[in-house]
């Protein structure tokens, strides 16, 4: 049932299709809200909006290679709750904060590992699994830190997560997101792995046929996605100079609405680094205009909803307008696997 | 096919028998926990889970989910307070028929988007899942009722929500006759059938004539009018609505139905087994303070608890699926 | 399996780079000990001149902690009010799920906005410092109330009650509603709920005096302020421990679901419920002797009083050191007290002769 057309291809249509829709919509909630909101595009505001989708940007890039893989993960949220907390109980402890980033890193890829596990060597739905370990990650966060909250995070190295680069406006947490964001673009889109990892999307015994170490990839899709969330858990607790159990709380639901915003088929096999984080973009943008315009959060959540159930529609449309006369294959049929 | 011969399947018994075992260690260490009062309360918070769990067992079966089910809970609920801040006696029915018929609508926009635009369920549900929250709290905010209390509501209505007969729950009886009248459905009657095969293979079951697009309309009004009639009993069951009810309630519904073995890819399980893993999921969240884990470990032990549930049933299944192989090849060979 | 090798392998590498890096770390480095602590915001220092004029059109933003709570509306209700009958303009924004992050961004806007005074009651004292920090060095009075932040970053707390007091009065309801002996349990909202962990706290304290040496603490359970939680938190309270005299909920949320489990339940009337309701949820269960009494302030005059103090402080009336004085309209004056907190005053309780005399 997998598109037949090679991954060059299948990139120059996705591209033609939700992503452009979405770079439009991105450029357009900028050009709105510079022209219509006093303040929006001040430096300081610009790069507040950006620097406040950090965590939301490492998370959904922390998904991507999973869901191109046509898997989920829902524990990403837990997985920062849980290295937040650790790093707050540790902190505590009086350990060195050179030293805590490591080992809140390492775990992050063994709950990523956990996962992996669990899915990949048990082959259990990774929905249900990580639906599981969501709850169990977060709940281990309470038994690491309990109802405590720690802070007083060192000076020295809270910049790195609220500073910007020295002359503009651009906050250093943004510019690491930039570099996971180009690394991830070049290993999904340039590299075999990548190329992998669209295969196992589109068939997952084909590409087994094919000699591509399905397993392997997958658990290191886990393994990364855990140590990526890891990594937000950081800027996060840095960022707030507060660690608690419930950090991030929810946020697992905004990555994947980002995820699928970007134009990520849900199956697996389809989409792009780039439509991801123009999603990031607009969701940023859009949220932060609609704040300087105290348009409350009912509202803001419906054209959340809205734009997500927009974005699966989009293709279909285009594809009813573009393929009238269907070619054999070419058209997924999105009911027939969730 | 097992199923058909026996009332519980393979893996039913499996949950059976977690449960049993769980309440018997609860029971050994707090008699209380089998009491009267005891049962009463186990199966009393089991019986709106189960509602919605059923609801979405009709979902997966198709190859689909509802994420929104939460939101669409919250709406009906809050639904059943604005009755009741309208005019104070209204009758219970008209309430039961307003959340359901308004249950009803939000399944059918999910089911349309799904079946008529075909795009998948689990972003459109996610989709409304927002949207469908966000009408809850402009709701709330547009009126000025941010919540509906018990003095608010009649006495028959919270009486039917906490009400028994002949000792058991209100509320426990109905889901057990919507379970019963599903678990008829799916079995016996040609479109629940039918469910299972657009599960199985949609490409397959399009060809074989099933019109799978009115099934998964249809399937997607039942869930939604379920999940309605849940929102109600909610209200009537706590006394206490604001626009926030059922958040978060997506993921137990999935987690239970799940673990009662209907499996996520479509095409099998049953409304039993949805019931019995909400049951069990239940059972261990009620479990977990008299067990006397602590207040800080239950959340952890849960997640465990659901891992733990999934992993087994997957061993049993993989053990089962090889007894058969074997028997087959004994027979054939 | 191939597959759990493959697995097992990347967690073994995984495991090698971060254990190296850990002893490359060393033990040496920056630990809570050598962390310098953050200083107090430099916002403009101006001493308080009582007799300013009240300054006009002046922007006050009131931050709940969860735009959806009842509660956190009603007082709102009262901030708005007090702000525009002194002729400025008042608004309530803030999140639906109650996080601390979400507040953080709203804090931010607000300062976007050049709103003349924020008032916040925070999720998290610390998360929201930073950016409270940031809005006084731009000349914005910040005002918390309800949940205090780091009282570095505000100005001034205005607090519901004394939290000492909030403590003992549950205490004392209790006490009295099981005749002074007997097993208590604690149904509060999160784990990281501030106000209540405060309370607690000094409930603790309380009890430990020789006053309750009868009355025994056993167990403090989480409801999460979600009332199917609360529920079968109040019923696992009462299997567990089958001589429990008394709950007490410091938390709307859960003093609510608990009374509306009693009430239909058979412990209606022999277990003891208290703690801080709003009497319009609790009516019902005071009426059909659930509930015996119960505490609460008014909620719309500490959004008042929190309005006022905003005002004042934007008009340079007060700086928010101890000892000056915040008139606030109907409700008279009030000293500041240590660390720039105002106090509502103790709280109110209600029974079924006084409750329907009130209506929040």
């Known amino acids: 049932m997998g598109e037949e057309l090679g991954p060059g291809r299948q990139l120059t249509r996705a591209l033609v299709r939700w992503e452009t829709a979405l770079i439009v919509l991105c450029v357009l909630v900028f050009v709105l809200g510079a022209v219509s909101t006093a303040g929006f595009a001040d430096r300081d505001n610009i790069g507040f909006l950006l620097v406040d989708y950090t965590e939301v940007a490492l998370l959904a890039l922390a998904l991507l290679p999973i869901v191109l893989t046509g898997e989920i993960d829902l524990s990403v949220a837990s997985v920062l709750g849980f290295c937040s907390a650790l790093t707050g109980a540790l902190w505590d402890a009086g350990m060195s904060f050179e030293a805590i980033v490591p080992v809140v890193l390492l775990t992050g890829a063994v709950l990523g590992a956990v996962n992996a596990t669990l899915v990949v060597g048990l082959g259990l739905p990774s929905l249900a699994v990580t639906i599981g370990t969501l709850g169990l990650y977060r709940g281990l966060a309470y038994v690491v830190l309990g109802d405590r909250a720690v802070t007083g995070f060192p000076e020295s190295y809270r910049p790195l997560a609220t500073a910007v680069v020295p002359g503009t406006f651009l906050p250093l947490p943004t510019l690491a997101v930039a570099g996971c964001a180009a690394l991830a673009a070049v290993v999904v889109h340039a590299t075999p792995l990548g190329r992998s990892l669209y295969a196992i999307g589109l068939g997952k015994r084909t590409a087994r046929f094919s000699g591509i170490r399905v397993g392997r990839i997958k658990s290191g899709a886990y393994v990364v996605s855990g140590a990526l969330a890891a990594v937000a858990s950081v800027v996060y607790t840095l960022r707030y100079n507060s660690a608690r159990a419930d950090n991030g709380s929810g946020l697992e639901l905004v990555a994947v609405a980002a995820v699928l915003l970007g134009g990520v088929s849900i199956f697996g096999g389809r989409g792009t680094v780039a439509g991801v984080v123009t999603a990031l973009l607009l969701m940023a943008g859009l949220r932060n205009l609609l704040f300087l315009n105290d348009v409350t959060n009912e509202i803001q959540n419906v054209i959340n909803g809205l734009l997500l159930i927009v974005s699966v529609l989009v293709p279909v449309v285009t594809d009813l307008v573009s393929t009238r006369g269907r070619r054999r294959g070419a058209v997924r049929r999105p009911t027939e696997i969730r | 096919m097992t199923w058909r011969r026996r009332p519980l399947s393979g893996r039913e018994l499996g949950i059976v028998f977690a449960l049993l075992v769980l309440v018997a260690v609860t029971t050994a260490v707090n008699p209380a926990f089998l009491g009267a009062q005891g049962l009463h309360d186990l199966f009393l918070n089991a019986s709106i889970l189960t509602l919605l769990a059923v609801g979405q067992t009709l979902l997966v079966i198709t190859r689909n989910i509802d994420l929104s089910v939460g939101s669409t809970m919250g709406l009906t609920a809050f639904l059943s307070g604005q009755i009741y801040v309208a005019d104070h006696d209204t009758p219970v029915i008209a309430v039961l028929v307003a959340g359901i018929a308004m249950g009803a609508v939000c399944g059918a926009v999910n089911g349309a988007l799904v079946a008529a635009a075909k795009v998948p369920a689990l972003v459109v549900t996610l989709g409304t899942l927002y949207v469908f929250r966000g009408l809850d709290y402009g709701w709330a905010s547009l009126t000025g009722t941010r919540q509906v209390n018990a003095d608010q509501m009649s006495g028959q209505f919270l009486a039917f929500g906490s009400g028994s007969v002949l000792g058991v729950p209100r509320l426990t009886l109905i889901a057990i006759v919507v379970l019963v009248a599903v678990n008829y459905v799916l079995?016996?009657?040609r479109s629940g059938r039918e469910l299972y095969a657009?599960?199985?293979?949609?490409?397959?079951?399009?060809?074989?004539?099933?019109?799978?697009?009115?099934?998964?309309?249809?399937?997607?009004?039942?869930?939604?009018?379920?999940?309605?009639?849940?929102?109600?009993?909610?209200?009537?069951?706590?006394?206490?609505?604001?626009?926030?009810?059922?958040?978060?309630?997506?993921?137990?519904?999935?987690?239970?139905?799940?673990?009662?073995?209907?499996?996520?890819?479509?095409?099998?399980?049953?409304a039993m087994g949805a019931a019995l893993g909400a049951l069990l999921l239940t059972t261990i969240t009620g479990a977990l303070p008299i067990l006397g884990v602590p207040a800080l470990w239950q959340r952890a032990v849960d997640g465990a608890a659901l891992l733990l549930s999934i992993s087994l049933d997957r061993a049993v299944m993989a053990r089962l699926a090889s007894r058969l192989r074997r028997e087959r090849n004994a027979r054939h060979g | 399996m191939t597959n759990t090798g493959s697995t097992r392998r990347a967690v073994l590498t995984t495991a090698g780079i971060a254990v190296s890096a850990v002893l490359l770390a060393g033990c040496a480095g920056t630990t809570k000990h050598s962390a310098s602590s953050d200083g107090a915001a430099s916002g403009p220092v101006t001493s308080a001149n009582p007799n300013a004029p009240t300054k006009q059109g002046l922007k006050i933003s009131f931050v709940p902690k969860e735009i959806d709570n009842p509660y956190e509306n009603t007082v709102d209700r009262g901030g708005i009010d007090a702000v525009t009958g002194l002729r400025e303009t008042g608004k309530e924004v803030g999140p639906s799920d109650a996080s601390a992050s979400s507040q953080v961004s709203y804090i931010t806007t607000l300062v976007q906005q050049r709103q003349d005074a924020i008032v916040v009651a925070a999720n998290d004292p610390n998360a929201v410092a930073p950016a409270l920090k940031d809005a006084r060095a731009k000349g914005i009075a910040v005002v918390t109330y309800d949940s205090d932040a780091a009282p570095e970053a505000r100005q001034v707390f205005v607090n519901q009650a004394d939290s000492q007091e909030v403590g003992r009065t549950q205490i004392r309801l209790i006490s009295e509603q099981i005749g002074g002996t007997g097993k208590i349990a604690i149904l509060s909202a999160t784990p990281n709920a501030t106000n209540q962990n405060t309370w607690i706290g000094f409930m603790k304290d309380e009890l430990a005096t020789p006053r309750y040496k009868g009355i025994e603490l056993v167990r403090v359970a989480y409801g999460d302020d979600d009332d199917q939680k609360s529920f079968q938190q109040t019923q696992a309270l009462l299997q567990s421990i089958p001589d429990l005299k008394g709950i007490?909920?410091?938390?709307?949320?859960?003093?609510?679901?608990?009374?509306?489990?009693?009430?239909?339940?058979?412990?209606?009337?022999?277990?003891?419920?208290?703690?801080?309701?709003?009497?319009?949820?609790?009516?019902?269960?005071?009426?059909?002797?659930?509930?015996?009494?119960?505490?609460?302030?008014?909620?719309?005059?500490?959004?008042?009083?929190?309005?006022?103090?905003?005002?004042?402080?934007?008009?340079?009336?007060?700086?928010?050191?101890?000892?000056?004085?915040?008139?606030?309209?109907?409700l008279g004056t009030r000293t500041i007290g240590n660390h720039g907190e105002i106090i509502l005053g103790p709280p109110t309780t209600f029974d079924a002769s006084t409750i329907d005399n009130y209506h929040f």
């Open chain 2, 187 to 189: 079995r016996t009657m």
């Open chain 2, 198 to 270: 657009i599960g199985s293979n949609p490409h397959a079951a399009r060809l074989a004539g099933i019109p799978a697009g009115k099934r998964i309309l249809a399937v997607f009004v039942v869930s939604g009018a379920l999940v309605g009639l849940a929102g109600v009993l909610h209200a009537a069951y706590f006394g206490t609505i604001n626009a926030s009810v059922g958040s978060g309630e997506e993921l137990a519904v999935v987690a239970a139905v799940v673990v009662g073995g209907v499996a996520i890819f479509g095409g099998s399980g049953t």
């Open chain 3, 248 to 330: 007490v909920a410091p938390t709307t949320v859960g003093i609510a679901a608990a009374a509306r489990y009693l009430s239909s339940s058979p412990y209606k009337g022999r277990v003891a419920l208290t703690g801080l309701g709003t009497p319009d949820q609790m009516r019902q269960f005071v009426k059909d002797g659930t509930v015996v009494r119960f505490a609460l302030w008014d909620p719309s005059q500490l959004g008042y009083l929190a309005g006022y103090a905003a005002c004042a402080l934007a008009s340079g009336q007060i700086t928010g050191k101890q000892g000056e004085v915040l008139k606030a309209g109907k």
